[in-house]
Structures are given as C-alpha cells and as structure tokens.
C-alpha cells in the first residue's frame, strides 16, 4: 500500500532537547511538507522541499530544521531554539496534476 | 495571503445541507478541500482547477468562480460521517505549495 509514514506518534521531550521526527513516503512524490498545528488552529508551514537537495522555509521555519537526501524521506529536527514546540506536526506530499497533498498520521510533540 | 473560510463552524441535523465558503484576495490558480476530523490527519476531498468545473465527493460537491476568487463547499444531505473541520487550501503560486484556510468547524447531530 502507498502511503506516508510518521513516526513516532507520540513523542515526550525536556526542554532543551533536539528531537527529529520522521517522515517516509512510498508514492513516489516529488514534493514534500511540513506543517505544524495548534489545537484548535489550521495549519502552518515549516518547510516544504520540492526535489531531492533542495528545500525552502515556510512560513514559521525559525527553530527547526530539514533535510531531503532522499525522495522518499523529509526529516524535521525541532531544535531548542523553538519556543513553543508543542504542537501536533503532519508531514504530506504532493505530486499529482494539481499537486493535491496526502498526509501522513502526524506526530504529537510533548516539551516539557 | 491566507484564504477566508466562512462560517467558522456549523451544526448540522442528519440529512440537512450546509454550504462552506472560501474566498482570496489574489487570483487563484486552483482551490483544495480537505477534512480533518479530531485527532486524525487531513483527508484530501477534491481540488477544483481553473474553469469552474464542480466536483464531487460522495455527496459533497464543490465549485469555483475565478472571477470572484472564491470556492464553496456543499454538503448535501448531511450524514454522521461529514462531521469534523474543512479546511481550503489555495496555492499562492502554480505550484503546489498551499495556504490553508482557518477551518470550518462541521457537527452532524442525529
């Protein structure tokens, strides 16, 4: 089965911390994203990448970071230097004609 | 530019109609329709591309108007399953980067 893959799901961490969630996808997608979302709140991009090497900031890229060394992985390492790193993170990709995007599972990210 | 959903949330009886607007300051190239229920990952609905044509998903069907800079969302005939948050999606550019809406907020009551 095609799909994105997240993991983990639940993820706790003490302030201060590096932590890198994984993204994996198998639909051979060209395009991949990150997005992070508040309760309650839609969804904010951290950085998207539309080629392997290559990616760009989003809209809220302070604090974290990426790499895309190959297709099928987009890693997101939350740094300490992002304040406020609680939040529910989501991966997706998109490569069809009107470059619609799946989603993967997500990951809840607990600071302490 | 960030696209504006209306209303910010509905409730609904089983089997009743809803419409969902979403509308941009900036020429659109295409609109994305996606839902959320709580606790889970967007789903991709439909995208309508530029020329109007209305697509559909189940009983939830769409439209685009390019002049007005806007899309609504229908929901026809309501069912316990439509419930959770739409979100539109539109992409600044020709790519595919997109811009989400704030979300609308849909409950289907019994």
């Known amino acids: 089965d095609g799909g994105i893959t997240q993991s983990p799901k639940y993820l706790f961490r003490k302030e201060g911390q590096n932590v890198t969630l994984s993204c994996e996808q198998n639909?051979?997608?060209?395009?991949m994203y990150w997005y992070r979302q508040d309760p309650g709140q839609g969804l904010r991009l951290i950085y998207y990448?539309?080629?392997?090497?290559?990616?760009q900031k989003g809209d809220i890229a302070e604090g974290y970071s990426v790499s895309r060394e190959k297709k099928e992985s987009f890693p997101l390492t939350v740094t300490s230097a992002q304040k406020n790193p609680t939040a529910f993170y989501l991966c997706?990709?998109?490569?069809?004609?009107?470059?619609?995007?799946?989603f993967g599972p997500g990951t809840r990210l607990t600071v302490t | 530019q960030q696209p504006v959903q209306s209303p910010q949330a509905v409730i609904l009886r089983e089997g009743e109609d809803a419409v969902i607007n979403c509308s941009s300051s900036?020429?659109?190239?295409?609109v994305h329709w996606y839902r959320q229920k709580h606790g889970e990952a967007p789903v991709f609905l439909m995208i309508?591309?530029?020329?109007?044509e209305q697509k559909g998903h189940e009983k939830i069907s769409a439209s685009f108007n390019e002049k007005k800079q806007q899309s609504s969302l229908y929901l026809t005939a309501s069912q316990l399953s439509y419930s959770g948050t739409y979100f539109c999606g539109t992409p600044p550019d020709s790519w595919g980067k997109l811009q989400f809406g704030a979300g609308t907020q849909v409950v289907v009551t019994p």
């Open positions: 997706a990709s998109s490569g069809g004609e009107g470059y619609e995007q799946y």
């Open positions: 309508l591309l530029k020329g109007g």
């Open positions: 900036k020429a659109l190239y295409s």
């Open positions: 639909l051979n997608h060209d395009a």
């Open positions: 990448s539309q080629i392997v090497n290559d990616f």
